[in-house]
């Protein structure tokens, strides 16, 4: 990283002139890009933001943004807002007070950025465009063709950087597209959310998954690579775009994630051809031989076999894609124990070592660590991990370790009390006396560490102030209960399809022992047997929403959720879709029957 890191976000949402339709992006784009580049252990960027101001005052804040820099320093410039071109084609982004008549007078033309970002002394200058045309942004030419027909961050490239210096251009869309929030350009009635391009950015920087090289650092390629995809995948119609003249490789922020990434070995030609197969009991076979390499300790050769489960637990008929999922639930993080209570410590005493096994197979085992406060401390051992805390403050400690595994996320939660030493040499209850050498205080206790298990200790976070942070409640039961009701509703669904079924054999047999006289209508209604048909329909599709919901909330907030409640709502959820869906089906076939054949008979 750098000596000095600066960051300038300017958003505007509303506009005097009643031509510029108002934005929902700009401000929360503000706050959430603010608090990520903000942030110590990501950014650790200086940043401000200027919100609906007018030209004059952007300009002056533009400028003095870039003016009495140093070699050292790095300059993020963000915009949100619109993008207007002139008649002749170049861009400007519009301030509050804009009139759209009045460009040169009321709105910051591109050019003048430029200029700022040519003469600066900083080493390294970043621009990131997220409005309307964005992709209009000019470094070598003062013009474009309205038609968007020539890529125009190409011109950036004509001009070197002024004494070696280096700038980037990124851009939320080409100069033929519009910059989305959302699915749309603007609502006024919509609540107000990032826009598709900056919460990409947003997201990548805040979950470290923009870490594309799993290096611990995001670079600018990261981002931008990462940016590309998920922008395309949520709008095909919009297109980011980079410029670049750069020596060397820009970092912008650490990478908090510390995810495991682990180079998948491809499964031999025969297995692949087995997978794709059109005969059932071969891609069975399949799923067995997979499970098998699942268990192996060559992780690469494992982490393949996971990759091609999880391909079938997607895509495969009901039976084997179920089959797959439970082979990849025997590979879900199984820390033991999940809760570690140090109890009452004194303060400065040398604490007590708590281990905690890490089960399963080996590609299970292999996770991260992350502490989420700066009081943990974690040290990889040949079978899982010990935790120890550092007792420098006093108060009821509260906090958990984030393990991260390949495909699966886990946490551990520590509590202890330290109270007040007695004296110069005496301790205060339960001093937690290690059993053997204890280790020497980290560094004062304000660091954060993270640590891979089963491999090799990646280097501490920086710095961070203490957080205070609440419990998670781990024995939290919605999501067991949600799946319970969608089991019980899937078995109400097949009970009425069942009693559907035998009043419409019982009509059917009457009516065709009425001959010409009757009419098979008269005969459903007299034993009613459409009203448990209905029933069926009802119940099973609520079967299949209530399980989406309880498999939704076990996601967005498994911390909450012990292991056996994770996987209880895993088999209940997964019994509920194998019950219900064969119900409406089959209801669904009977009704139509009847539909059509009922005028007829």
Request: charged content about 20%.
């Amino acid at each position: 990283m750098t000596d000095s890191r600066h960051a300038l976000i300017i958003a505007n949402d509303r506009y005097t002139d009643q031509g510029l339709k108002k934005l929902r992006a700009p401000a929360q784009d503000a706050a959430a890009l603010e608090k990520v580049l903000h942030d110590p252990q990501i950014g650790d960027f200086e940043v401000e933001v200027v919100h609906n101001a007018s030209a004059d005052v952007m300009r002056r804040r533009i400028q003095r943004f870039f003016n009495d820099r140093r070699r050292a320093d790095t300059l993020l410039l963000h915009f949100s807002c619109h993008g207007l071109k002139s008649e002749s084609g170049e861009l400007y982004f519009a301030a509050s007070d804009t009139e759209p008549p009045l460009l040169a007078a009321t709105a910051v033309p591109s050019q003048f950025v430029r200029s700022c970002m040519s003469v600066t002394r900083a080493g390294r200058s970043v621009l990131f465009l997220d409005c309307c045309y964005g992709g209009a942004f000019s470094r070598g030419s003062s013009s474009v063709r309205a038609s968007g027909d020539v890529n125009v961050l190409e011109s950036f490239a004509e001009d070197e950087p002024v004494s070696g210096r280096g700038w980037a251009v990124i851009t939320a869309s080409d100069s033929m597209e519009y910059a989305f929030e959302g699915s749309q350009l603007a609502d006024d009635s919509s609540a107000p959310q990032p826009s598709v391009f900056t919460h990409a950015v947003v997201e990548g920087l805040e979950t470290g998954e923009a870490d594309l090289d799993a290096d611990g650092k995001v670079s600018l390629d990261d981002l931008y690579e990462y940016v590309y995809r998920q922008v395309r995948e949520q709008n095909p119609h919009q297109t980011p775009k980079k410029a670049a003249e750069l020596h060397g490789e820009l970092h912008l922020a650490h990478s908090r994630r510390g995810r495991i990434k682990i180079v998948a070995s491809p499964s031999p030609p025969s297995l692949q051809a087995a997978m794709n197969s059109e005969e059932f009991l071969t891609r069975q076979g399949a799923v067995l031989e997979l499970q098998k390499r699942l268990q192996l300790r060559e992780l690469p050769v494992a982490e393949g076999a996971r990759q091609h489960l999880e391909e079938v637990a997607r895509n495969d008929i009901q039976q084997i894609a179920v089959m797959a999922s439970d082979a990849l639930g025997k590979i879900r993080l199984a820390p033991s124990p999940d809760h570690l209570d140090f109890g009452v410590i004194a303060k400065g005493s040398a604490p007590r070592k708590q281990s905690v096994t890490m089960h399963g197979p080996p590609l299970a085992r292999h996770c991260v660590a992350q502490p989420r406060q700066s009081w943990l401390r974690v040290d990889p051992t040949g079978s899982g991990l010990e935790v120890h805390i550092d007792t420098a403050t006093e108060g009821r400690l509260s906090g958990d370790i984030v393990l991260k595994g390949v495909a699966d996320e886990s946490v551990i939660h520590v509590e202890a009390e330290v109270t007040p030493s007695h004296g110069p040499g005496g301790t205060g209850p339960d001093t937690g006396t290690s059993n053997g050498p204890t280790e020497p205080s980290h560094g004062g206790g304000d660091e954060q560490q993270t640590v891979l298990i089963g491999h090799r200790r990646t280097p501490p976070y920086p710095k961070k102030p203490p957080e205070t942070t609440t419990p998670a409640d781990r024995t939290d039961r919605r999501a067991p209960a949600l799946a319970g009701a969608a089991l019980a509703l899937a078995v109400a669904s097949i009970g009425t399809l069942v009693l559907a079924m035998q009043r419409a054999v019982v009509a059917v047999v009457e009516r065709g022992e009425e001959g010409v006289h009757g009419t098979i209508e008269d005969n459903v209604r007299e034993y009613g047997a459409l009203t448990p048909l209905i029933v069926c329909l009802v119940t099973g599709a609520v079967a299949l929403m209530v399980g989406a919901v309880a498999r939704h909330d076990l996601g967005t907030r498994r911390e909450h959720y012990t292991r056996q409640a994770a996987s209880s709502t895993h088999t209940l959820t997964s019994i509920a879709k194998g019950l219900a869906i064969p119900a409406l089906v089959l209801a669904v076939l009977a009704g139509i029957a009847y539909l059509v054949g009922s005028p007829h008979w």
